[in-house]
């Protein structure tokens, strides 16, 4: 029985290696877009795959699509790839696409609607294989709310002409109470929930005595309290500026509204030089008198050195302080009496200079 056996064992080596040498070829690995669902994952030597885009690809190239499996177990190679059909982005869409005029197979557009407004369509459209959109955009149409009721002994001021019994998100409106009364609160709107402000009492209001101003005064008014909504006004002494609105009134709090502010002028702190202010060249000596009006500009002269030549740099009067620049060197009396025209206000000016902006007060007058 030995032999017998031995030769048994022979055999099943031998079948063993004429089954396993012979060479196949696995699923052949391929890029995106590629129809796989056809492919199988076994192949003999000398089979042929032909590719094909899937749906929602177009082929990058016409030849070559086909690939053979080889005697080494490889496939030959495929030039092709399959790129997505695009979609056109909607027209309303494109100020968001960052430049983008089309989007992908498969790209999903999520919209969704401002505050106070309800969607009407879909909130989702798809890039389908044909390069269509699954849904149009939808619109978003503003939330309705009932007209509101008016304050007891009042009305109501519209912002815009309204018909009907509705009025839309955002609008609003001005509460008002019959003289000598006041609302509570003013102002009211159509609120994103569809809801309308409620109505404010109305109730007596007075201010005090209006404040006074430094630098300034009250024109045409009795020192006393003022009702709602009356008004006094301000002006400035001469030559100081008026910051704010001249008027203030008597508001629904019992507070004055914001008073102005009276802005002082400035001096021209250097006693040698030249500065170009109200569109003229001048000697500091014939800035006379030395008064430069707040918010007004003044430009002075520094030197560049390297260049030998001059450059201008504007300042601006601020309340009552004017920035010298830190670039400018006041001449000495010799220097200013006998050699002025050697100044940077009068040097040749430079071809690029610094540019011409307001200085920080790091150099005050």
């Not at 003289?179 to 994103?192: L, N, V």
């Not at 014939?286 to 918010?295: F, I």
Request: aromatic share 8%; charged share 20%.
């Amino acid at each position: 029985m030995a032999p017998t056996l031995a030769l048994l064992v022979l055999c099943q080596v031998a079948l063993y290696t004429t089954v396993t040498s012979k060479k196949v070829c696995g699923r052949p690995l391929v890029t995106d877009g590629i129809e796989e669902l056809t492919l199988k994952h076994v192949y003999e030597v000398g089979e042929e795959v032909t590719l094909t885009c899937e749906q929602g690809y177009l082929p990058s190239t016409a030849t070559p699509r086909q690939m053979t499996c080889t005697t080494t177990g490889e496939w030959t190679q495929s030039d092709l790839a399959c790129a997505p059909k695009m979609c056109p982005i909607p027209g309303p869409l494109q100020p968001l696409a960052m430049g983008r005029t089309e989007a992908p197979f498969k790209s999903v557009l999520n919209y969704t609607c401002d505050d106070g407004y309800v969607m009407q369509g879909a909130n989702e459209s798809r890039c389908l294989h044909d390069g269509t959109w699954s849904n149009p955009p939808p619109l978003c149409k503003a939330v309705n709310c009932q007209l509101p009721r008016p304050p007891t002994n009042g009305k109501i001021a519209h912002d815009k002409p309204v018909t009907g019994s509705t009025t839309m998100y955002g609008q609003g409106w001005t509460y008002e109470c019959n003289p000598p009364k006041a609302p509570s609160y003013e102002r009211g709107y159509c609120m994103a929930d569809g809801g309308a402000t409620e109505p404010p009492v109305c109730r007596e209001v007075s201010c005090a005595i209006p404040p006074s101003i430094p630098n300034g005064f009250i024109t045409f008014a009795v020192m006393r309290q003022h009702g709602y909504k009356e008004k006094v006004k301000y002006a400035c002494n001469e030559h100081y500026h008026l910051d704010g609105d001249a008027e203030i009134q008597c508001q629904n709090t019992g507070n004055w509204s914001s008073k102005p502010v009276c802005r002082a002028p400035c001096k021209v702190g250097i006693k040698r030089g030249r500065i170009f202010y109200n569109a003229k060249k001048l000697w500091i000596a014939d800035l006379n008198p030395n008064r430069v009006l707040h918010g007004e500009h003044v430009v002075f002269y520094c030197l560049n050195k390297a260049e030998r030549c001059g450059y201008p740099v504007t300042t601006t009067c601020n309340d009552g302080t004017l920035p010298i620049p830190e670039c400018f060197n006041e001449p000495g009396k010799v220097e200013y009496t006998l050699r002025p025209k050697t100044l940077p206000s009068e040097i040749p000016m430079c071809v690029s200079s610094p540019p011409t902006i307001p200085t920080s007060p790091a150099r005050s007058a």
